[in-house]
T-cell receptor, first 116, second 117 residues
Framework: NAGVMQNPRHLVRRRGQEARLRCSPM?????VYWYRQLPEEGLKFMVY????????ESGMPKERFSAEFPKEGPSILRIQQVVRGDSAAYFC??????????????FGPGTRLLVL | AQKVTQAQTEISVVEKEDVTLDCVYE???????LFWYKQPPSGELVFLIR??????QNEISGRYSWNFQKSTSSFNFTITASQVVDSAVYFC??????????????FGKGTKLSVKP
C-alpha cells in the first residue's frame, strides 16, 4: 500500500527555468497539501487542493507559483522563472477527508529543489 | 497569533539515555490539535502522534511518551532508552479548528536529535 509519492526527489534548475513537482496522494485520499521547508526552518503551508479545485492558496507566493490537482493524475506544483530563494524542500501531504483540524496529514518524501 | 516554538535546536545524547523534546504552542482557539512528526536523515516526514485539546491524558507508545499540559501550553515528547535509529529532526505542529488557518499545520522549527552509540 503505497504512501504519498513525490517525484522527482531531487531537482536542479538554473535561474529562470521552470520547476514542476508532482505528488500522488495515498490511495483513497482526495485532499492534497503542499508545504515548503526552507533550510533550518520548519515547514510552511502553501496550498490546499481537492480534485479540480484550489481551496486555500493563502500560503503560496502570488507570482510565479501555481498548483493544480486534475481529475486524473497527480497534483502539480509549478514554479516559473525560478530564483535562488526558491531552493527548498517541497513536501506534499494528503488526507482522506476534507481539511479539518483533526485530520492527520500524511507526508511524502519531499522534492529537494536546488536553483543554481 | 498561532505559533509553535521548539526552543531546542539540537540535542545530542548517548545511546540508552532518556531525552525530552520540548514544544510550546500559542493559539487563541479552544479547539485545536497537536502533532509530532519525525524526519529521519532520509528526509521523509513520519507521523508519530495526534492529540486534541480536550484530552490531556499522557500517552505512551513503546519507548515514546507525550506529556500534554494546557496550563503551560506544552506538548513535550520523551524518548526512553534512546537508540541510534532515533536520530532525526522532530517537528511539533499545531492545527486549529477555527480561524483563517483552519486545518493547516503550523510547524515549529524542529529539534535535531543525535543519538551516539
Amino acid at each position: 500500500n503505497a504512501g504519498v509519492m513525490q517525484n522527482p526527489r531531487h531537482l536542479v534548475r538554473r535561474r529562470g527555468q521552470e520547476a514542476r513537482l508532482r505528488c500522488s496522494p495515498m490511495k483513497g485520499h482526495s485532499h492534497v497539501y503542499w508545504y515548503r521547508q526552507l533550510p533550518e526552518e520548519g515547514l510552511k503551508f502553501m496550498v490546499y487542493l481537492q480534485k479540480e479545485n484550489i481551496i486555500d492558496e493563502s500560503g503560496m507566493p502570488k507570482e510565479r507559483f501555481s498548483a493544480e490537482f486534475p481529475k486524473e493524475g497527480p497534483s502539480i506544483l509549478r514554479i516559473q522563472q525560478v530564483v535562488r530563494g526558491d531552493s527548498a524542500a517541497y513536501f506534499c501531504a494528503s488526507s482522506p477527508q476534507r481539511r479539518e483540524a483533526e485530520e492527520t496529514q500524511y507526508f511524502g518524501p519531499g522534492t529537494r529543489l536546488l536553483v543554481l | 497569533a498561532q505559533k509553535v516554538t521548539q526552543a531546542q535546536t539540537e540535542i545530542s545524547v548517548v545511546e540508552k539515555e532518556d531525552v525530552t523534546l520540548d514544544c510550546v504552542y500559542e493559539t487563541r482557539d479552544t479547539t485545536y490539535y497537536l502533532f509530532w512528526y519525525k524526519q529521519p536523515p532520509s528526509g521523509e516526514l513520519v507521523f508519530l502522534i495526534r492529540r486534541n485539546s480536550f484530552d490531556e491524558q499522557n500517552e505512551i507508545s513503546g519507548r515514546y511518551s507525550w506529556n500534554f499540559q494546557k496550563s503551560t501550553s506544552s506538548f513535550n515528547f520523551t524518548i526512553t532508552a534512546s537508540q541510534v535509529v532515533d536520530s532525526a529532526v522532530y517537528f511539533c505542529a499545531l492545527s486549529e479548528a477555527r480561524g483563517g488557518s483552519q486545518g493547516n499545520l503550523i510547524f515549529g522549527k524542529g529539534t535535531k536529535l543525535s543519538v551516539k552509540p
